[in-house]
C-alpha cells in the first residue's frame, strides 16, 4: 500500500512539472505563420511590460515586381501612407495573463483595418493567434511556428 501511495504520489509530481505554463516571455523571437495566406513573419518583442509584433514578411507586401515594398496606403492616418509596410508594428499592447496573451490590436495595412488580437503559446515553438472584430468568436485563428 506503501509502494502504491508512494507512486501515485510520485505521478503527480512529475504530470504537475510538465503541466507547468511557459513563462510569459516565451513568446519573443521570429514567429511565421504555417496555415495562412497571405503568408506572415513577425518579430515579438516586450516594451513596457506589454508585447509587440513588428512586421517582417507578408506574402502580400510586394509589388507586382516582387521586389518592391507596397506602401502603407490604406492607413486611416493619411501621415502614415507614405511608409513602407516592412518593419511595422502592427501587433501592439498584448498583455500576458493565465497563460494567454490578450487584449491587443492587429492592424492589417493591406486592408487599412484595425481587429483585436489574442494569442496562445501550445508549447515553446507553436502559437495559435486569433485576431477578430467584437468577440473571439467573431475572428480566424492563424497557427504560427518559431524560426529558429
Avoid: C, H
Avoid at 512539472?17 to 516571455?25: G, H, N
Avoid at 513577425?42 to 521586389?67: I, P, R, V
Wanted: hydrophobic share 30%; aromatic share 12%; glycine share 10%.
Amino acid at each position: 500500500m506503501k509502494n502504491l501511495l508512494f507512486t501515485v504520489v510520485m505521478l503527480l509530481v512529475t504530470v504537475t512539472t510538465f503541466a507547468q505554463k511557459l513563462s510569459a516571455d516565451k513568446i519573443i523571437g521570429v514567429w511565421e505563420s504555417v496555415d495562412s495566406d497571405p503568408k506572415l513573419k513577425f518579430e515579438f518583442y516586450k516594451s513596457d511590460g506589454k508585447y509587440f509584433g513588428k512586421l517582417l514578411y507578408a506574402s502580400n507586401m510586394y509589388e507586382a515586381d516582387g521586389k518592391t515594398i507596397k506602401k502603407d496606403d490604406k492607413n486611416p492616418d493619411k501621415s502614415l501612407r507614405g511608409r513602407s509596410r516592412y518593419g511595422i508594428t502592427n501587433i501592439t499592447d498584448l498583455t500576458y495573463q493565465d497563460g494567454e496573451y490578450t487584449g491587443g490590436n492587429l492592424y492589417n495595412p493591406a486592408e487599412g483595418s484595425n481587429y483585436r488580437v489574442k494569442a496562445k503559446l501550445k508549447n515553446g515553438d507553436e502559437m495559435d493567434f486569433r485576431g477578430y472584430v467584437g468577440i473571439s468568436l467573431l475572428g480566424k485563428t492563424m497557427k504560427f511556428k518559431r524560426v529558429k
